[in-house]
């Protein structure tokens, strides 16, 4: 079962490229944190029916 601790590792280890990637498709630094922070509260709300590759859901 996937817990607290596997999703801080998640976030710990993907938010840098996860924010790189969301300010290509906005072009604004603060939109694009906007757009990280959105994707992992939901990605945490499913966080346990996540599958053994979560990067669909990020």
Do not use: H, I
Not at 8 to 15: I, K, P
Not at 25 to 38: K, N, S
């Amino acid at each position: 079962m996937r817990d607290r601790a596997d999703f801080e590792r998640y976030v710990e280890q993907r938010s840098d490229r996860m924010l790189r990637t969301a300010y290509l498709l906005c072009r604004d630094w603060a939109t694009a944190e906007d757009l990280v922070q959105t994707a992992l509260a939901k990605a945490w709300l499913a966080w346990r029916r996540v599958g053994d590759n979560p990067d669909p859901y990020g």
